[in-house]
């Protein structure tokens, strides 16, 4: 099986009232499409692969051969991460979301702007690269963050919202101010994909 990079939703500077050009074309266009290669290197010639999901193989990633589970979690994961950053951002995002999502935010964090803390700080306290993420498990909303490009679909929880915090996502506008960063996050944030990525994985 051979994945794809994914076109990306919105043109490179569509999102620039949270992330200038640059930032998008170097990590959609050589970071991601770097993760796409090096998954696509991994598994080469491996059929046992054939015909599954990205989602499906972190999911069992535990049971990965030695030789090549890293270089699947890395790359893997790198591909995953981003196809759903992407996804979840749009140039008409922001405001707040509706619906069940938004009972869901309210019964578990009592405020939009709790979880907002919440995902902050999961950001920040994350030392080096990685992503803070909120996930479905068990059916509930939780906040974590992970190291590098592990995926929350490792520890089976289901991702519906992540923020890269890799310094490539945001070091050309933000440099080291990576709280600017994502605090402008929410300003680009597709809570409709979020609302439908909540009521695929069951709550
Ligand atoms: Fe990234």
Redesign the pocket.
Same mark, same amino acid.
């Given at each position: 099986m051979t994945f794809t990079l994914p076109t990306l939703p919105y043109a490179h500077d569509a999102l620039e009232k949270a992330i200038d050009k640059t930032t998008m074309e170097i !990590?959609h266009g050589r =970071? !991601?499409k770097a993760y796409v290669d090096n998954l696509n290197a991994a598994i080469q010639g491996r059929s046992e692969f054939d015909g599954q999901s990205i989602e499906a193989i972190l999911a069992k990633a535990a049971t990965l051969p030695d030789d090549i589970r890293q270089k699947v979690i890395n790359n893997g994961g790198?591909h995953a991460? =981003?196809t759903l950053?992407w996804e979840t951002m749009s140039p008409n995002g922001g405001g707040d979301p509706s619906g069940v999502l938004a009972d869901a935010i309210t019964s578990t964090f009592g405020d939009l702007a709790t979880l907002k803390q919440k995902v902050k700080e999961a950001a920040l306290a994350r030392f080096g690269s990685g992503w803070s993420w909120v996930v479905v498990s068990g059916g509930k909303l939780e906040i974590l963050s992970t190291a590098n490009q592990d995926s929350p679909l490792m520890h089976g929880k289901t991702p519906i919202l992540g923020v890269?915090v890799?310094e490539?996502?945001y070091y050309l506008r933000y440099q080291n101010k990576r709280a600017d960063y994502v605090d402008a996050f929410w300003h680009v944030i597709n809570w409709s994909d979020v609302a439908a990525r909540f009521q695929k994985a069951g709550h």
């Open positions: !990590h =970071h !991601h790198g991460n =981003h950053f890269d890799w490539h996502a």
